[in-house]
Every structure is written in C-alpha cells, then in structure tokens.
C-alpha cells in the first residue's frame, strides 16, 4: 500500500511518537473531507471512497471495499470523517514505515478494524485478509498468531492484541538503535 506521488496527502505531517495530525493539517484534511464530500452529507459513500482511495494509493478494489467495509461499522454505507481521519493517519503512519508505532498507539481502532466480524476476536483468516493495512506479512502473521494466542483458541482478543502491540513497539525502537548505532560507527 503506496501514496501516488504528487497526491495531497504527501503535503500532510504524522506526528512519528502520536501518529495523529497536526491541527494544521487536520483542518487541511477537513477542508479536503469537505470538497470530496459532492453530496454535503458529512460523510463519502463507497464510490466516493473507493475514488479517492484509487487516486491516492495504489490499493487494489478489493482491499479498498474490504477497507470501506472495515471503516462503516454501522452499514450505513458512509463513513464519517472521524472514520476517514483515522484512515488517513494509517496511510500516512504506512508511508512513513510507521505501521507498529500506529498499532502500538492506537491500539483499540486498529483491533477493531481488524476484526471483521465485529465480534470481540480477530481470527487468523482476519488477520491476513488485513494485514496489508498493518504491512505485516503472512509468515510473520502466523508467527504473531501462534506468539500471542495464549489462550489457544485460534482467535486473538484485545489483551492479547495489546501484547502484540507492545513487542512491536519495542522491536521498532530495537530496530532504531541498531540504526542510530550504525550511522555512529560508520556502518562497522
């Protein structure tokens, strides 16, 4: 999942500790929800929203319905802003190679956006329909379902996902210091 270039959603800042949006630009993004939003509801349908995904990114039409579908908790057939605001953080956070800095923050949204269903679980076959959101390949999918299914159930529940989370977190910041210590060293 790749921004076009060109697109405006490269002129936006993600915050790399919050993974949110400056209040600049989130009245950039307001103002731009306003002009997508032709029908003056506060709010795109699935052809609005599949438009503007297939201009920004390089997402498939399957991956943008399933995300749309993720997004209208409600089926109501819209999201809000609140829903596209969200999204937009997730593409920028995937952008800036920011994915486990965003799961570990926004924990809560991320599981419930991974789950399918709606019900209190992710499942593995959520999980890897998914994954794309998160960058998270299938082998490591399966490694991350056998490591923190501690309950054996074959289904992760919040807690669960919470310990995800937080290793990914910490993985990222171990990944930092081995960079930070190379660019020190010289690459020795």
């Known amino acids: 999942m790749k921004l076009k270039s060109g697109c405006f959603l490269q002129y936006l800042y993600l915050d790399?500790?919050?993974c949110l949006l400056s209040v600049k630009?989130?009245?950039?993004?307001?103002?731009?929800?306003?002009?997508?939003d032709v029908h003056k509801?506060?709010?795109?349908?699935?052809?609005?929203?599949?438009?503007?995904?297939?201009?920004?990114?390089?997402?498939?039409?399957?991956h943008i319905m399933l995300l749309f579908d993720l997004l209208d908790r409600n089926v109501t057939g819209e999201?809000?802003?609140?829903?596209?605001?969200?999204?937009?953080?997730?593409?920028?956070?995937?952008?800036n190679h920011l994915e486990k800095?965003?799961?570990?923050?926004?924990?809560?949204?991320?599981?419930?956006l991974l789950g399918i269903d709606?019900?209190?679980?992710?499942?593995?076959?959520e999980f890897q329909a998914t994954g794309f959101l998160f960058n998270i390949k299938k082998e490591e999918l399966v490694k991350i379902f056998k490591d923190f299914d501690i309950s054996g159930d074959e289904q992760?529940?919040?807690?669960?996902?919470?310990?995800?989370?937080?290793?990914?977190?910490?993985?990222?910041?171990?990944?930092?210091?081995?960079?930070?210590?190379?660019?020190?060293?010289?690459?020795?």
């Open 41 to 62: 509801k506060n709010a795109l349908n699935n052809l609005q929203f599949y438009c503007f995904l297939h201009y920004v990114t390089d997402l498939k039409k399957k």
């Open 25 to 36: 630009n989130a009245k950039a993004l307001t103002d731009y929800f306003q002009l997508l």
């Open 118 to 125: 709606d019900g209190h679980t992710i499942g593995p076959r």
């Open 79 to 95: 999201i809000g802003f609140d829903e596209f605001y969200m999204l937009v953080c997730l593409l920028l956070a995937h952008e």
């Open 16 to 18: 790399e500790v919050y």
């Open 101 to 112: 800095q965003f799961i570990y923050r926004h924990s809560g949204p991320a599981f419930r």
């Open 156 to 188: 992760l529940n919040y807690k669960e996902f919470k310990m995800f989370a937080i290793l990914c977190i910490d993985k990222q910041q171990e990944k930092e210091k081995e960079r930070m210590r190379r660019r020190i060293t010289g690459g020795v």
